[in-house]
């Protein structure tokens, strides 16, 4: 693709992360013994990920948010590590509030998921926590799988909301009552169909990590 004709994609919430929505979100997920459990939960999985990628030395975090699992990645002294997101403010949000010892491991930039900065293998592996659920167009999928496709050397980890669960039957009637808000923000995606978009992208599923069985 020739990236000075490339057309980046804007998702609709995007745009919404100021300096007060980062801070926000960055205290969010320390709220309630609920969200404490979750992102316990998913810190473990990531673990896992990790070890099922082969300890990946050089990672992108995109998006990195405030920073939530700065300190997993950061576990290895020896990896190399870069963050990116498309807000700056949650960037800054992230090199503020993360200890100083872990912030300073990773080297950030702003940039779209959709079109990243960067050159191609840029990474062992992408860090994709969070996105992919945010992207309701079969479109939109193929030109984010792409991209990371392109970035990465060898692995993508990467979290979304599939069918056949009770949280993803529990998230679909919730966005079915929203009919207020302009754009709906979070989509539950057939598994089948996310599966075939992976393949089309070119990349095979190594392994399929459950929230909760």
């Given amino acids: 693709m ?7 994609t804007k998702l609709a ?24 459990l979750s992102n316990w939960r998913d ?9 099922i990628a082969g300890n990946p030395k050089r990672i992108l975090d995109m998006p990195c948010g405030t920073g939530r699992f700065w300190d997993l990645l950061a576990k290895d002294p020896e990896r190399k590590l ?5 807000s700056q403010e949650v960037i800054n949000a992230a090199l503020k509030f993360r200890p100083p010892e872990t912030a300073k491991r990773f080297e950030t930039f702003k940039g779209s998921a959709f079109d990243l900065p960067v050159e191609d293998d840029f ?28 970035v990465t050397s060898d692995t993508i980890i990467i979290s979304l909301w599939v069918d ?19 754009y709906q923000n979070r989509f539950v995606i057939p598994q089948i169909t ?20």
């Fill in 13 to 36: 919430f995007s745009e919404k992360y100021d300096e007060i929505h980062a801070r926000r979100y960055f205290d969010k997920h320390e709220q309630g013994f609920w969200r404490r």
């Fill in 123 to 150: 990474v062992q592996s992408i860090f994709c926590i969070r996105l992919l659920h945010h992207v309701g167009a079969h479109e939109d999928r193929m030109k984010l799988l792409a991209e990371l496709a392109r």
């Fill in 82 to 86: 870069w963050a990116s997101d498309n």
């Fill in 194 to 213: 996310i599966e075939d978009e992976f393949r089309e992208s070119g990349l095979t599923i190594e392994a399929r990590l459950d929230f909760i069985k």
């Fill in 2 to 8: 020739n990236r000075a004709q490339s057309e980046t």
């Fill in 164 to 182: 056949g669960n009770i949280a993803a039957w529990k998230r679909k009637r919730l966005e079915a009552k929203r009919k207020g808000k302009q």
């Fill in 43 to 51: 810190h473990q999985i990531c673990t896992k990920a990790l070890k």
